[in-house]
Protein backbone atom coordinates (compact mmCIF):
# COMPACT_ATOMS: atom_id res chain seq x y z
CA UNK A 1 0.00 0.00 0.00
CA UNK A 2 1.45 2.59 -1.04
CA UNK A 3 1.64 6.03 1.30
CA UNK A 4 0.12 8.36 -1.08
CA UNK A 5 -2.81 6.34 -2.58
CA UNK A 6 -0.86 5.34 -5.66
CA UNK A 7 -1.45 1.63 -7.36
CA UNK A 8 0.69 1.78 -9.93
CA UNK A 9 4.67 1.96 -10.26
CA UNK A 10 6.35 4.85 -10.89
CA UNK A 11 10.18 5.81 -10.48
CA UNK A 12 9.76 8.79 -8.98
CA UNK A 13 6.44 7.59 -6.52
CA UNK A 14 7.89 6.09 -3.41
CA UNK A 15 6.50 2.76 -3.42
CA UNK A 16 5.69 0.42 -0.36
CA UNK A 17 8.69 -1.94 0.97
CA UNK A 18 8.45 -5.43 0.22
CA UNK A 19 6.57 -7.71 2.71
CA UNK A 20 8.38 -10.72 4.11
CA UNK A 21 6.18 -13.44 5.17
CA UNK A 22 7.37 -15.03 8.75
CA UNK A 23 9.12 -17.88 6.80
CA UNK A 24 11.86 -15.85 4.91
CA UNK A 25 14.95 -14.27 6.51
CA UNK A 26 13.74 -11.65 8.68
CA UNK A 27 14.87 -8.10 6.68
CA UNK A 28 15.66 -6.71 10.31
CA UNK A 29 17.93 -7.42 12.87
CA UNK A 30 16.09 -9.22 15.66
CA UNK A 31 16.42 -7.25 19.15
CA UNK A 32 17.55 -9.41 21.97
CA UNK A 33 15.31 -8.03 24.06
CA UNK A 34 13.15 -10.98 23.48
CA UNK A 35 15.60 -13.48 25.01
CA UNK A 36 17.29 -11.73 27.95
CA UNK A 37 14.80 -13.43 30.46
CA UNK A 38 16.10 -17.04 29.02
CA UNK A 39 20.00 -16.08 29.10
CA UNK A 40 22.10 -18.61 30.75
CA UNK A 41 25.77 -16.30 31.33
CA UNK A 42 27.12 -19.22 32.94
CA UNK A 43 26.52 -21.82 29.78
CA UNK A 44 27.46 -19.05 27.52
CA UNK A 45 30.80 -18.33 29.36
CA UNK A 46 31.13 -22.54 29.20
CA UNK A 47 30.44 -22.49 25.26
CA UNK A 48 33.12 -19.18 24.64
CA UNK A 49 35.39 -21.33 26.54
CA UNK A 50 34.70 -24.25 24.66
CA UNK A 51 34.96 -22.42 21.32
CA UNK A 52 38.07 -21.09 22.46
CA UNK A 53 39.95 -24.21 22.90
CA UNK A 54 38.54 -25.47 20.04
CA UNK A 55 40.30 -22.88 18.03
CA UNK A 56 43.46 -23.29 19.91
CA UNK A 57 43.54 -27.40 19.30
CA UNK A 58 42.36 -26.55 15.69
CA UNK A 59 45.39 -24.27 15.52
CA UNK A 60 47.32 -27.41 17.31
CA UNK A 61 46.28 -29.96 14.75
CA UNK A 62 47.39 -27.65 12.02
CA UNK A 63 50.41 -27.17 13.30
CA UNK A 64 51.06 -31.19 13.77
CA UNK A 65 50.15 -31.59 10.41
CA UNK A 66 52.61 -29.46 9.01
CA UNK A 67 55.21 -30.96 10.98
CA UNK A 68 54.05 -34.71 10.25
CA UNK A 69 54.13 -33.47 6.52
CA UNK A 70 57.77 -31.86 6.97
CA UNK A 71 58.95 -35.36 8.75
CA UNK A 72 57.13 -37.07 6.02
CA UNK A 73 58.91 -35.38 3.05
CA UNK A 74 62.54 -35.54 5.16
CA UNK A 75 61.60 -39.47 5.48
CA UNK A 76 61.12 -39.79 1.68
CA UNK A 77 63.95 -37.78 1.19
CA UNK A 78 66.22 -40.20 3.29
CA UNK A 79 64.54 -43.22 1.50
CA UNK A 80 65.66 -42.01 -1.77
CA UNK A 81 69.20 -41.27 -0.50
CA UNK A 82 68.68 -44.80 1.14
CA UNK A 83 68.06 -46.71 -2.16
CA UNK A 84 70.36 -44.60 -4.27
CA UNK A 85 73.16 -45.77 -1.96
CA UNK A 86 71.87 -49.19 -2.10
CA UNK A 87 72.00 -49.49 -5.86
CA UNK A 88 75.77 -48.08 -5.20
CA UNK A 89 76.58 -50.76 -2.90
CA UNK A 90 75.12 -53.90 -5.25
CA UNK A 91 76.90 -52.07 -8.52
CA UNK A 92 80.35 -52.27 -6.20
CA UNK A 93 79.42 -55.44 -4.95
CA UNK A 94 78.86 -56.72 -8.19
CA UNK A 95 81.99 -55.36 -9.12
CA UNK A 96 83.77 -57.21 -6.57
CA UNK A 97 82.08 -60.46 -7.18
CA UNK A 98 83.69 -60.02 -11.01
CA UNK A 99 87.01 -59.41 -9.61
CA UNK A 100 86.70 -62.10 -7.17
CA UNK A 101 86.30 -64.46 -10.22
CA UNK A 102 88.88 -63.15 -12.73
CA UNK A 103 91.48 -63.45 -9.31
CA UNK A 104 90.28 -66.97 -9.18
CA UNK A 105 90.93 -67.78 -12.52
CA UNK A 106 94.28 -65.93 -12.53
CA UNK A 107 94.90 -68.06 -9.62
CA UNK A 108 94.03 -71.13 -11.18
CA UNK A 109 96.14 -70.43 -14.21
CA UNK A 110 99.12 -69.40 -12.78
CA UNK A 111 99.07 -73.05 -10.42
CA UNK A 112 98.79 -74.57 -13.42
CA UNK A 113 101.48 -72.86 -14.83
CA UNK A 114 103.50 -73.47 -11.97
CA UNK A 115 102.70 -77.23 -11.67
CA UNK A 116 104.02 -76.95 -15.48
CA UNK A 117 107.05 -75.16 -14.63
CA UNK A 118 107.94 -77.89 -11.75
CA UNK A 119 107.19 -80.69 -14.03
CA UNK A 120 109.72 -79.05 -16.75
CA UNK A 121 112.56 -78.79 -13.82
CA UNK A 122 111.95 -82.53 -12.50
CA UNK A 123 112.23 -83.25 -15.94
CA UNK A 124 115.32 -81.37 -17.11
CA UNK A 125 116.66 -81.35 -13.29
CA UNK A 126 116.94 -77.91 -13.26
CA UNK A 127 116.53 -76.88 -9.25
CA UNK A 128 114.54 -74.21 -8.22
CA UNK A 129 116.20 -71.06 -7.57
CA UNK A 130 114.02 -67.86 -6.75
CA UNK A 131 115.29 -64.90 -8.58
CA UNK A 132 114.40 -61.16 -8.10
CA UNK A 133 111.55 -60.54 -6.92
CA UNK A 134 110.99 -63.99 -5.26
CA UNK A 135 110.35 -65.60 -9.20
Known amino acids: ?9 HEFIPQQPNFYSPNDYPPFVQH ?5 DTRQPALERR ?8 ERQTRELARLNNELKR ?28 VNERVEQ ?16 NKFDFPFTPGEGGF
Do not use: S
Not at 1 to 9: A, D, E, Q, T
Not at 48 to 54: G, S, Y
Not at 108 to 119: E, K, M, P, V
Open 1 to 9: MNPYGYGYY
Open 106 to 121: HTRRLNRLNQRLRAVE
Open 32 to 36: QEQFE
Open 71 to 98: QNDEQKRINQEFNRLNREFNRVNQQVTQ
Open 47 to 54: VAALERQN
